[in-house]
């Protein structure tokens, strides 16, 4: 203990009661506490002005990264404007489509009014359209003919353009050596546009069978060998045997009997289409010719026009005749024969439509 302590202590002693300490030794304990005291204030104090330094920085540091995260906000776009955005993007592309469509639209109408402006010039120069009342009768039944005419010359041409392609395809899978998967593709594709061609034929014999019959649909080289408007079973048939060989016994009796069997029903068929040709020109002879009985006319041209009608059943049986030909060989055949032999097939068509226009196309020596 320091003597000044003991001295005080000494003091309350002595008096009983305890004195007021003296300005020296006031000033004593003061600079006592101050020595002790002075360390701990200035390390307080540097401790509390790092805390709040450190408290500065990181609030810095925060704001910056709460800074940078709402700028990401703002600049990347919603939900909503991406679905608008991908909306706008197929409501254009759906435009574009109907734009093309639209387009098509118009170039098969013109070529349609083409087609029948064409007929209607063709009508006029063979003089369908005669003065008169019975005239005016007579030209729209001819000019709804001619347009019903001109649609299948059109599909036809259409016709003509698919089996070229698929005629190109089935070359080159034979020539690939596809699988025969493959290839019964290929052939039950050929096979059901070839049934295409007997609806639209159909169709068109109900507006104008005349059309159907005359071949006016065809090239000049294949008018030559038509019958009842379209080709002959046995005749193809004959063609087409040698491009399918090797054939089996068994396929070669087949082909044989379907052959025989085709050609009695050509027979059949034509002496039917002959005997309705006398049937008709009997009734249209019968009678005084030179007479100007109106009665006796009409009453003869009528019975003319019921025989006429059978002009049309005579057509769909032709065109029956050669679907199930087709239907039975494909049968008879292997898949890959069947390929071969529409191939052939195609190909026969298409040299008969080149000789046509090579035909056209040659010189001429001046008359």
Known sequence: M????????????????????????????????????????????????????????DANRGTVVVSRSSDQEA????????????QNREAARKSRLRKKAYVQQLETSRVKLNQLEQELDRA??????????????????????????????????????????????????LTAHVTDIELRILVEGGMAHYDALFRMKSVAAKSDVFHLVSGMWKTPAERCFMWMGGFRPSELLKILKPQLEP???????????????????????????????????????????????????????????????????????????RQQTLQQMSRILTTRQAARGLLAMGDYFSRLRALSSLWAARPREPA
Request: charged share 20%; glycine share 8%.
């Open 2 to 57: 320091d003597p000044q302590s003991t001295q005080y202590i000494s003091s309350r002693r002595t008096g009983g009661a305890f004195d007021s300490p003296s300005t020296r030794q006031l000033d004593m304990w003061a600079d006592s506490f101050k020595a002790d005291n002075s360390p701990r204030t200035g390390t307080s104090s540097n401790m509390e002005g790092d805390a709040k330094v450190d408290k500065s920085e």
């Open 75 to 86: 600049n990347k776009p919603s939900d909503k404007v991406l679905r608008r955005l991908a």
């Open 124 to 173: 006029r120069q063979q003089g369908i359209y005669i003065g008169g009342s019975s005239g005016d009768h007579i030209s729209s039944a001819n000019g709804a003919a001619n347009a019903g005419a001109a649609a299948f010359d059109l599909e036809y041409a259409h016709w003509v353009e698919e089996q070229n392609r698929q005629i190109s395809d089935l070359r080159a899978a």
């Open 247 to 321: 054939l089996t016994e068994q396929q070669v009796m087949s082909v044989d009997n379907l052959q025989h069997s085709s050609q009695q029903a050509e027979d059949a068929l034509s002496q039917g289409m002959e005997a309705l040709q006398q049937s008709l020109a009997e009734t249209l002879a019968a009678g005084s010719l030179g007479a100007s009985n109106v009665a006796n006319y009409m009453g003869h041209m009528a019975m003319a026009m019921g025989k006429l009608g059978m002009l049309e059943n005579f057509v769909h049986q032709a065109d029956n005749l």
